[in-house]
């Protein structure tokens, strides 16, 4: 039995202290892509995403509102896996900070990380930021507050433990060295390899004023820090230290996060794994922002876009097709409904939609002469949409579909095959059907229902990259709704 090539893609897990916006979907719906991308490729895919659930904020918030860390933690945990269900996100586990299977794994690992050497007792004195769960040094802070957020914090002196990070501040320069795609996308490695050149300090682990957090394995006296404890779950999640899912899948292929989390898993993740003797992962990909009108979101603006409400104004494959058309994976992008009508309305209703249109409405009517040889070319799209995907360029993948989908478009008005008999329809009509037959693999990952409308029109059965080659056409077409319905006037 040949074993299948794995691949395991993990998201950050969501803070529940707000509910689902366009920025966790961002990312959401990048990892669900390269899930299904990978699946077409035949690989035995592992999708990690998840809740992170611990720590003072929540313990504050819950607090505000009558409510316990936990029943707080369980409520907005939930939106979160409605609004992935929603976005027909295809994650193979959903793991929380609070469960027991993740709680048993961080006390083993932070056993494993004094076993050897790396935890030791000192005294902590720093700016921390509540709302950010992060210390700062007053170096660090930008006008006496927090360089992230810009709120306030309060000065902390208190006993706590500590992981000897600076320990590892040449294996981690070597790793980006010797694995330059770790640092990914390569307009993220200058600062993270100048910042670990300059100086790695000690990292605190525990709190001893935040209790609604992981006891601390070592001094019941103790809590785990709120971001050592959420880095745990790409292994708990996997069973670690023996679980057949971690023997499987480990390490991560590809680790999506935020740009404003990104030294969290750059630097002390990869740190923390070499103390325990775990392979680091194999690319961490820090993205970009969105904003609204050039402005972060914020409640206060009252800017933030919710990512369900959006799809119910226009679709689900509508939304996602968007986010990742719009910019370049990487960069920071400005949402605005203007700009996803106008790519509703000039490449999935004019250019997708119209092309399946004028196919099903030419093969119902000239049913029975769909034969001929491949005119349209496809293998040259191809390797650019597979070079793409391989770099994490979902703008330039569906860029270049749909170089391919126009190209159909262009093929089709140019040998006008409604006023062709014979032979010469048949081998149009060939070349149409089969070219809608590959480019419904193609979008399957970026717009699965979208995919599988296309299929149920064509009568054909969904296929793998594999199969994005001309072939004998055998679908047996009947037309069906409009895939996207051009948008005339603003939705309210």
């Known amino acids: 039995m040949v074993r299948l090539k794995k691949f395991y893609v993990t998201t950050p897990i969501y803070y529940v202290n707000a509910s689902p916006h366009i920025g966790h979907a961002y990312t959401t719906i990048a990892a669900d892509v390269l899930a299904r991308w990978h699946r077409l490729k035949k690989q035995d895919v592992f999708f990690l995403t998840g809740t992170d659930e611990h720590g003072e904020k929540i313990q504050t918030a819950a607090e505000a509102i009558g409510k316990t860390p936990k029943g707080l ?14 976005l027909t996100i295809s994650n193979d586990d959903f793991i929380r900070t609070t469960d027991a299977r993740h709680t048993k794994v961080v006390a083993e690992f932070i056993r494993r990380l004094n076993d050897n050497g790396d935890i030791y007792k000192g005294e902590y004195v720093g700016w921390y930021c509540i709302p950010d769960e992060t210390f700062w040094t007053q170096l660090q802070l930008k006008n006496g507050r927090c360089p992230e957020c810009g709120r306030e914090v309060e000065l902390v ?6 992981f000897r990070l600076s320990k590892y501040q040449e294996r981690l320069l070597r790793l980006y060295e010797e694995n330059p795609s770790f640092l990914s996308p390569p307009s993220r490695s200058p600062e993270i390899i100048t910042r670990v050149q300059e100086e790695l300090k000690d990292l ?16 019941g006296q103790h809590y785990v ?18 679980g057949s899912r971690f023997i499987k899948y480990w390490p991560p292929d590809v680790q999506l996060v935020g740009k404003e989390i990104n030294w969290f898993h750059s630097v002390i993740w990869p740190a923390l794994l070499m103390s325990v003797s775990v ?27 919710d990512p369900v409400e959006v799809c119910g104004r226009y679709s689900v494959d509508a939304f996602r097709y968007f986010v990742l058309r719009e910019m370049a994976f990487g960069d920071d992008g400005d949402f605005s409904e203007a700009a996803l009508r106008a790519r509703v309305n000039g490449e999935l209703v004019a250019d997708l939609g119209n092309l399946l249109n004028r196919a099903v409405t030419l093969a119902e009517k000239y049913e029975g002469k769909v034969q001929g040889k ?35 478009n262009s093929y089709v008005n140019e040998r006008r095959p409604w006023k062709l008999r014979d032979e010469e329809l048949g081998n149009v009509l060939y070349n149409l059907l089969e070219s809608l037959r590959i480019i419904s693999i193609l979008v399957s990952a970026f717009m699965p229902e979208t995919s599988a409308e296309m299929n149920r029109q064509l009568g054909i059965q969904s296929g793998f990259l594999e199969d994005c080659t001309f072939k004998t056409w055998q679908g047996n077409v009947r037309k069906g709704r409009l895939l996207f319905e051009k948008i005339r006037t603003p939705l309210q």
């Open 225 to 242: 820090y709120v971001w050592l404890d959420a880095l745990i779950n790409y292994l708990s999640a996997l069973d670690w230290p023996n």
């Open 279 to 305: 392979e680091p992962p194999r690319k961490v990909f820090s993205h970009g922002w969105w904003t609204v009108g050039g402005e972060k979101m914020s409640k206060s603006r009252g800017n933030v876009v």
């Open 73 to 86: 933690a369980d409520e907005v945990s939930e939106k979160f896996r409605e609004a992935w269900k929603r």
């Open 204 to 219: 605190c682990v525990t709190r001893r004023a935040v209790r609604w957090a992981v006891q601390f394995p070592l001094d």
């Open 374 to 408: 491949d005119e349209v070319t496809v293998n040259l799209h191809m390797e650019e949409i597979k070079r793409c995907m391989d770099l994490l360029g979902f703008h330039g993948a569906l860029a270049e579909i749909w170089v391919f989908i126009r190209s159909v």
């Open 157 to 162: 002196k208190e006993e706590a433990y500590f």
